[in-house]
């Protein structure tokens, strides 16, 4: 789809689940008392999650999601960005939509019917800072290729894909025809999201690189998943044609930027002390779309993930408490 470059007023639109997060502070024995693999995303159904609630007392509730976490970090650097994504007609949607009007993000995909019920992450924080998500998907399970806006992402710089929506078929179908409809200069950025997304995706992910991904996001684990490698070096080679850029965090040591013409390193920003590491991945990758969007350099994109993901992992919830532009001064 053909549009000039001044008709791209959207830095990044986000494409993913839309979910109200409910996170609370428990021991690793809590976690291994419920049965959740500690650290990873854990899809659970509707009883599930009503189960998870009932057991716990105090908590903290934000509307969420990966990607709409970080388009909410682009909007915090100065920023401009859209999100699809579906809830429902009923309490939990209505927080998602006022939260995501009162920060100035684009969100008009059509709402389902109220008895299917918006989608919720149960996010439970240990100790070391470590969060194990169980997420019941809800409505967001059912966006379709009829939900997708073509006219909001014809505005995009950045169109940016959340790996955990590809498992629904429909889903999967809804982000290929948004990628297909990018204008010209446009760049699709796809996120993997976790190691089990991966580990159930790894054909369709990498058949969805080839023809569509210009950025890919991933850890470390997630890499060397994707290829079925052991070791990150032997990752780094097997990326570095495959896609325009491969940004890889690399947890305390930072994050490595890979292009074909070779790979910049960037240090992670220092942290007091690790809260919450919700969104942490999320909000880094906020920091290098914006600064793509922007025509930054590489080195500049990755300090600006440090920096957004460094405030989110020092306090509770996935979202910046504290302005990205005032933390990244000049950077910005």
Same mark, same amino acid.
């Not at 930072?254 to 390193?265: E, K, Y």
């Given at each position: 789809?053909?549009?000039?470059?001044?008709?791209?007023?959207?830095?990044?639109?986000?494409?993913?689940?839309?979910?109200?997060?409910?996170?609370?502070?428990?021991?690793?024995?809590?976690?291994?008392?419920?049965?959740?693999?500690?650290?990873?995303?854990?899809?659970?159904?509707?009883?599930?999650?009503?189960?998870?609630?009932?057991?716990? #007392?105090?908590?903290?509730?934000?509307? #969420?999601?990966?990607?709409?976490?970080?388009?909410?970090g682009v909007n915090s650097l100065g920023g401009s960005s859209a999100y699809i994504g579906r809830v429902a007609a009923d309490d939990l949607g209505d927080i998602f939509s006022y939260d995501m009007s009162?920060?100035?993000i684009e969100h008009s995909t059509p709402r389902a019917p109220i008895d299917d019920p918006t989608g919720r992450c149960i996010i439970f924080i240990t100790p070391d800072g470590e969060r194990t998500l169980n997420t019941f998907l809800g409505a967001s399970n059912g966006l379709t290729p009829a939900d997708v806006d073509l006219e909001l992402v014809a505005r995009a710089k950045v169109l940016f894909l959340e790996g955990y929506l590809w498992d629904p078929p429909e889903a999967k179908a809804a982000m290929r025809y948004a990628a297909s409809a990018i204008s010209d200069g446009a760049q699709v950025a796809l996120t993997l999201s976790d190691q089990f997304c991966v580990e159930r995706h790894r054909s369709s992910f990498l058949g969805l690189i080839d023809d569509h991904v210009d950025v890919l996001f991933a850890n470390h684990h997630e890499v060397m998943s994707l290829f079925e490698v052991d070791g990150l070096e032997q990752a780094l080679d097997l990326v570095q044609n495959r896609v325009d850029l491969a940004v890889i965090t690399l947890g305390a040591d930072?994050?490595?930027?890979? +292009?074909?013409?070779? +790979?910049?390193?960037v240090e992670a920003d220092p942290v007091a002390a690790v809260v919450d590491k919700t969104g942490a991945g999320d909000l880094y990758a906020s920091g290098v779309l914006y600064g793509l969007a922007r025509g930054y350099d590489l080195r500049r994109c990755g300090q600006?993930?440090?920096?957004?993901?460094?405030?989110?992992?020092?306090?509770?919830?996935?979202?910046?408490? +504290?302005?990205?532009?005032?933390l990244a001064g000049e950077l910005a």
């Open positions: 789809m053909a549009a000039s470059k001044s008709e791209l007023d959207l830095d990044v639109v986000g494409f993913g689940n839309a979910l109200v997060d409910v996170l609370s502070h428990q021991e690793d024995e809590f976690i291994a008392q419920i049965g959740s693999t500690k650290g990873a995303m854990n899809l659970i159904d509707a009883e599930r999650s009503a189960e998870l609630y009932s057991l716990i #007392g105090d908590r903290v509730t934000v509307s #969420g999601g990966s990607a709409a976490n970080t388009v909410i009162q920060l100035g930072g994050s490595v930027l890979v +292009t074909p013409d070779g +790979t910049t390193s600006l993930g440090s920096i957004a993901a460094e405030e989110v992992i020092g306090h509770i919830g996935p979202r910046p408490e +504290t302005s990205l532009r005032e």
